[in-house]
């Protein structure tokens, strides 16, 4: 009889502290997961809050304007940050807020090259650019299509950026709408992310 009541106690006992682990792996695990939930928010909080408003962004582009660089369908990372340190210059690609309001007030972005800067005096002469008198060699230009606009001479002022898109027949751009200010730029795009087979920097 006292070998049986030991072996009960001890079966007993056994039990509960088999289950007491599981008990405290259990708190174990919810912790985890709640911790991992609150990361997952953080990350989130520094995505949507800082990182896609003052540093990258991607965009997409919806026509054909900058072809042959972009294509229709393209997606581009932006760089939001790196107007705050330096000035435009020519050559680079901006998304910027358009100067023209459309019937509800709203503005598109749009995106383009910058040819000329604050100072510079621009002309387009049979399509061809100049840029201070001097004709650009632009190999980005797209020559299937050519253009044969012209346009100015004109004196960019301090403060904003001459912008054209590299479909030159098929852009409306700042020989239509003006200097784009410069606190109407967003960012610099600076590589093409999707689709795949056309990954490249800008």
Known sequence: MVDKRYEDWDFETARKADRAPRSRQGKKGGGGLLEFLLI????????????????????????????????????????????????PER???????????????SRDDLIKR???????????????????????????????FPDSSFFGPTVIPEGRVFAMGDNRSNSRDSRFFGPVPVENIEGEA????WPLSRISFL
Not at 46 to 51: I, K, Y
Not at 100 to 105: L, V
Request: hydrophobic letters at 50%; aromatic letters at 14%; a negative charge.
């Open 40 to 87: 997952l928010i953080v990350a989130f909080a520094l995505v949507f809050g800082f990182v896609r408003p003052f540093v990258m962004e991607a965009f997409y582009i919806p026509s054909g304007s900058m072809i042959p660089t972009l294509e229709v369908g393209d997606r581009v990372l932006v760089n939001k940050f790196i107007y705050r340190f330096e000035e």
């Open 91 to 105: 050559g680079d690609v901006i998304v910027f807020e358009s100067v023209e309001p459309k019937p509800d007030g």
């Open 114 to 144: 910058v040819v000329a800067v604050g100072g510079d005096e621009v002309a387009v002469r049979d399509g061809t650019l100049f840029i201070n008198g001097e004709p650009q060699d632009e190999p980005y230009v797209n020559g299937e």
């Open 190 to 193: 600076f590589i093409v992310f």
